[in-house]
């Protein structure tokens, strides 16, 4: 059975920095799409950055300042968040999506305050 573990959420200060990760377990077929997503309370579900082997993708709010990295070895994504501001706070999700299956993690916090 496969799961995604996050990490590296917490609490940080307007402009400061942080990395998450996350990792899957068990054994997964190909994974075609690698992202992040974030949930604010009172709001839906956002995409945040998706990786593959063709490329990124960024929300225009987070353009600049994430960046999204991978490691096919170690079936883990990275979310790299620089310069962080308050609406950024939310719950950071990951997602691995293969050619059968899409699988998320459980969630990590991310608290920036000003």
């Known amino acids: 059975q496969v799961q995604l573990a996050e990490s590296g959420g917490g609490l940080v200060q307007a402009g400061g920095s942080l990395r998450l990760s996350c990792t899957a377990s068990g054994i997964i077929s190909s994974i075609n799409v690698m992202g992040w997503y974030r949930q604010a309370p009172g709001k839906q579900r956002e995409l945040v950055a998706t990786?593959?082997?063709?490329?990124?993708n960024y929300a225009d709010s987070v353009k600049g300042r994430f960046t999204i990295s991978r490691d096919n070895a170690k079936n883990t994504v990275y979310l790299q968040m620089n310069s962080l501001k308050p609406e950024d706070t939310a719950v950071y999700y990951c997602r691995f999506t293969t050619r059968a299956y899409d699988y998320w993690g459980q969630g990590t916090q991310v608290t920036v305050s000003s």
């Open positions: 990786i593959t082997s063709g490329g990124t």
